[in-house]
């Protein structure tokens, strides 16, 4: 949905539409009026008559604008259910295992991570599709069984909402980092929503990063932490302690402030490429997805599944074999060329800095940078000049995408050549390589998404 | 080695004052000079630290509440910024930073000091007090500079909550007034101020990327006239592109 202001709208379009269920693929087009499965499972007696009634509301209004071809159904189902039954959130998640997931960078990932996890113990629900406000949520929960566990991601500002309604076992908070800068941009000011958070739900434990101090800050006015360390390459939007706003000090081993704020001791920490701290031992972990920062997504989510019981191995076992989240990682093909493309998604500067990790593991492969600024991109790009270009400096570089010109003198005083392209495939034909990385924003990385197929499969 | 004769650019704690990208105006400014084979240096002044006396030019950038307030604290305690600019140092202070070198701004709920370079002072409104206070200006701005700097038209992004207003009898003059978008959000419909060599903007992060000529006006005040530059073609065609998206004739 280009250039729409309705955020929810957009984020429901990423890539996959969401569905309901953990399993991959979603079963939608199986789905019609008669084959209805709340008519042959109908909701738990349990629910208020105003919540079975915004449950079959949703199912018909979700159903219906699927047929007419609008795409994300469950939003505007979502929205009409919770109108019509505001308490039904908290209806449809009581009695079930669940973990709210949020943070800006990483959310989406830790969630599939999450659900494949908890899967190993019976059916999970999830709105993996990346519709992440309160109407997403409900979709993910608004499905038999009722009583399956939930892995359900929240945007960052609907977290206190949602989690209130919710009251999640357990909530697992990656990070807090400039994002979509005219939206929101006060940092701080998510980290006391966090914070507050906390003393409403007593009985639940938070999965927080020590290594985000506005994190760490928010965390320790829970009752129960699980302190899990995924390293940061990013700072530079926590400098300032967000208790008492002095300056932090950092070293290799931490951050600290004079008030007492410190760096949690991690239980749970990435201590190298494929190895684990994990409560007390080390251990020996990986998953298909690339890179550090998988593995630190990898490892707050199994230290959620612990709460309920999942072995470690069990976990990472079934987070193996998941390679691609909503298209992120995957190989698709660009176009005629013949030329395949690692699909990536950046879309902000902590983001530009692990993918440039991960870029710098793999042969030094051509890289297209695809960069919109839509409204769910922000509409601001002046964040590119906080991403050090100048790393890409002897890669070939290519560059497309509506907001191509400022990327172009970003690089240009980044002196890294680069040549400009009306879209990443056109980009791909001029390239002699075979594979090429593709680093996509986020409207950019839906638009690459919705035209080209993954290797292997034909459209 | 950096020379003697290297024009020294200072960014001002980066970490306080850098929301959206600010440190791109270093870049911009250091890579115009060594394109015209003259040599630049970029000191970064970390926050906590004395800024440093003798640099040609000084930077500051946005930033939200906290820091912005621990920005101005820092650099009241010291007078070498102070002390530069009377000896006639470049100041490019955009954003939180334009309203940090005013008289004063707000933050939380209070008003703070600011540093006095510029005779502005900045509020949420200046409206009656039974006012509600005006929305958060957020957008795309353009600014038709005012005519002796011999600038082209103004292109950048503003996002700030504050109102920023001359002082009364004050020295310097309006940077230009708005064509599009907020800017000082005053009456007049100007954006920023120009005082000497001192220029606070609502135009904010790297706002040299899209404006090369005001980067080259900020370069001539330390160094006279400049070579020519053949600079890359890619800064007017993002001009040419901003302009046309903009609907704004140049
Ligand atoms: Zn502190």
Redesign the interface.
């Known amino acids: 949905m280009p250039g729409s202001d309705d955020f929810t709208v957009v984020g429901a379009s990423l890539g996959v539409a969401p569905c309901g269920d953990v399993q991959g693929l979603c079963n939608r087009r199986d789905e019609s009026w008669h084959a209805d499965e709340a008519m042959t499972t109908p909701p738990p007696r349990r629910f208020s008559t105003r919540t079975r009634a915004a449950l079959a509301v949703e199912k018909l209004a979700s159903s219906a604008s699927r047929r007419l071809g609008r795409g994300s159904g469950e939003m505007i189902g979502g929205k009409l259910a919770l109108q019509v039954s505001p308490r039904i959130l908290t209806e449809v998640a009581a009695g079930r295992m669940a973990v709210c997931v949020s943070g800006t960078n990483g959310k989406t990932t830790t969630t599939r991570l999450l659900a494949r996890a908890l899967g190993t113990l019976g059916p999970v629900k999830s709105n993996s599709g990346g519709a992440n406000m309160a109407p997403g949520v409900l979709a993910a929960l608004s499905r038999p069984p009722f009583d399956a566990a939930a892995a359900l991601e929240v945007d960052e500002i609907w977290l206190p909402k949602v989690a209130r309604q919710i009251l999640p076992r357990a909530v697992v908070l990656l990070n807090i980092s400039?994002d979509q800068?005219?939206r929101s941009?006060?940092?701080?000011r998510i980290a006391s929503l966090w914070r507050e958070l906390g003393a409403d739900l007593p009985a639940a434990t938070v999965v927080a990063n020590v290594d985000d101090p506005l994190v760490a800050w928010a965390a320790s006015g829970w009752s129960n932490q699980i302190w899990v360390s995924v390293g940061q390459n990013w700072t530079?939007d926590a400098?300032?302690c967000p208790q008492c706003?002095?300056?932090l000090h950092r070293n290799s081993s931490g951050w600290w402030c004079d008030c007492g704020l410190a760096r949690p001791e991690p239980i749970v920490a990435v201590t190298g490429p494929g190895e684990l701290l994990w409560f007390g031992r080390h251990i020996r972990a990986s998953i298909d997805l690339p890179g550090r920062v998988n593995l630190g997504n990898a490892a707050m989510a199994a230290a959620a599944a612990k709460l309920f019981g999942v072995e470690v191995a069990d976990a990472l076992a079934a987070m193996t074999g998941l390679d691609d989240v909503q298209g992120r990682y995957q190989e698709v093909e660009l176009g005629e060329s013949g030329v395949r493309g690692r699909l990536l998604l950046a879309k902000n500067p902590a983001g530009w800095v692990e993918m440039m990790e991960l870029l710098n593991t793999a042969p030094a492969r051509p890289v297209i940078i695809d960069f919109n600024s839509q409204t769910a991109d922000g509409?601001?790009p002046?964040?590119?000049?906080?991403v050090p270009f100048e790393r890409l400096a002897g890669r070939d570089v290519l560059v497309t995408g509506e907001r191509k010109?400022?990327m172009?003198?970003?690089?240009?005083?980044?002196?890294v050549p680069h040549t400009?392209h009306p879209d990443a495939e056109s980009a791909a034909s001029t390239v002699f390589d075979k594979t090429v990385d593709v680093v996509a924003n986020y409207t950019a990385f839906r638009d690459i998404l919705g035209r080209v197929a993954p290797v292997g499969t034909t459209r | 080695m950096i020379s003697d004769s290297a024009t020294r650019i200072a960014l001002i704690y980066?970490?306080?004052l850098?929301?959206?990208?600010?440190?791109?105006n270093a870049?911009?400014l250091a890579?115009r000079l060594r394109w015209r084979g003259l040599a630049a240096e970029v000191i970064n002044v970390p926050?906590?630290e004395v800024v440093p006396g003798g640099c040609d030019i000084y930077l500051l950038g946005g930033g939200?509440?906290?820091?912005q307030?621990?920005a101005a604290d820092g650099l009241r305690r010291s007078t070498s910024l102070l002390r530069a600019v009377n000896e006639g140092a470049v100041v490019l202070a955009v954003c939180a930073g334009y309203q940090v070198i005013g008289a004063s701004f707000p933050a939380g709920d209070e008003v703070h000091d600011g540093l006095g370079l510029v005779d502005v002072e900045t509020r949420r409104s200046f409206d009656p007090a039974d006012q509600p206070a005006p929305p958060r200006a957020?957008?795309?701005i353009v600014v038709e500079p005012t005519s002796d700097l011999g600038l082209p038209v103004l292109l950048g992004?503003e996002?700030h909550a504050g109102r920023t207003r001359r002082l009364a009898g004050g020295r310097g003059r309006p940077l230009g007034v708005v064509r599009k978008g907020v800017g000082n959000g005053t009456i007049d419909q100007t954006d920023g101020i120009v005082d000497h060599h001192v220029i606070g903007t609502y135009l904010?992060?790297?706002v040299l990327?899209?404006n090369p000529a005001l980067a080259d006006l900020l370069l001539s005040w330390v160094h006279g006239p400049l070579p020519a530059l053949a600079e890359?073609a890619?800064?007017q065609?993002?001009r040419q592109?901003?302009l046309r998206a903009l609907d704004v004739a140049s």
């Open positions: 400039r800068l005219d941009n006060e940092t701080r530079a400098m300032v706003a002095r300056l509409r601001d002046s964040w590119i000049w906080d010109e400022d172009s003198v970003r690089l240009a005083y980044a002196e400009v | 980066p970490e306080l850098g929301t959206y990208g600010d440190g791109g870049i911009v890579q926050a906590g939200e509440d906290a820091p307030v621990l957020v957008g795309d992004y996002n904010h992060g790297p990327a899209q890359p890619e800064i065609l993002l592109a901003r």
